[in-house]
């Protein structure tokens, strides 16, 4: 009964590559997030979706789109791949009417070679 | 930028208290303090939250000085699975913004 789900949990891929993460929270959460963790540990929100439509965006490229094909699921789709992308990626989710308590997936490891 | 500030390591020994120090000297009066840990190779996860009274719950107690410009995570009794780094963070809606964090080692 995982709450936040993602999968894959490993990626490695070539560059120029383009793959996709999946996201899903069986919470019944309206808001979800996806999140960058790099080498250095630091972590950083890329997007917010709410209720399906986005809310955040932290000017992140354009090489990633997230989609959200219904309040359950989050995907990361990521084009050109670029060895700068390898870091671990996390979703997120959380109720719109709690005070930001997010619930946060495994992670998933990307490496771009 | 963050906004907090908190030591990079602290290190405490098992079945002691352990107290996180985090300054927020800039907070305004609508942000939440909120503590999140990660464990290695994990998501982080949420531990407490407050906004101007001292909270608690099963994981642990935050205490808010009255000016709010600091707050103290407290474990009450360090365990090794306590062992991870503790992200003190001013909140508001949707938007969480991760620090450096204070990595937290437990020593048996």
């Known amino acids: 009964d995982t709450a936040v789900s993602q999968t894959p949990k490993y990626l490695v891929t070539q560059m120029g590559n383009d793959k996709s993460i999946k996201c899903e929270q069986n919470l019944g959460h309206d808001t979800m997030y996806w999140y960058k963790q790099d080498s250095k540990k630091f972590l950083k929100i890329m997007f917010s979706y709410n209720n399906k439509e986005l809310i955040i965006n932290e000017t992140v490229p354009n090489r990633f789109s997230p989609k959200s094909p219904d309040k359950a699921h989050l995907n990361l789709h990521i084009n050109s791949l670029e060895l700068g992308d390898s870091a671990v990626y996390f979703c997120?989710?959380?109720?719109?009417?709690?005070?930001?308590?997010?619930?946060f997936g495994p992670g998933t490891r990307l490496t771009v070679l | 930028d963050a906004k907090t500030t908190q030591p990079n390591s602290m290190e405490s020994n098992e079945e002691e208290p352990v107290h996180l120090p985090c300054n927020h000297s800039?907070?305004?009066?609508?942000?939440?303090i909120h503590w999140y840990r990660q464990l290695p190779s994990q998501g982080p996860e949420y531990v407490i939250h407050g906004l101007t009274s001292n909270v608690n719950n099963r994981m642990a107690s935050l205490a808010i000085a009255e000016d709010r410009k600091s707050s103290t995570l407290i474990l009450h009794r360090a365990t090794l699975r306590d062992a991870a780094v503790y992200y003190c963070?001013?909140?508001?809606?949707?938007?969480?913004?991760f620090g450096k964090g204070t990595l937290l080692t437990v020593n048996p």
């Open positions: 963070i001013r909140g508001s809606n949707y938007k969480l913004t």
């Open positions: 800039t907070i305004s009066g609508t942000d939440y």
């Open positions: 997120a989710s959380s109720q719109v009417t709690r005070h930001v308590t997010q619930y």
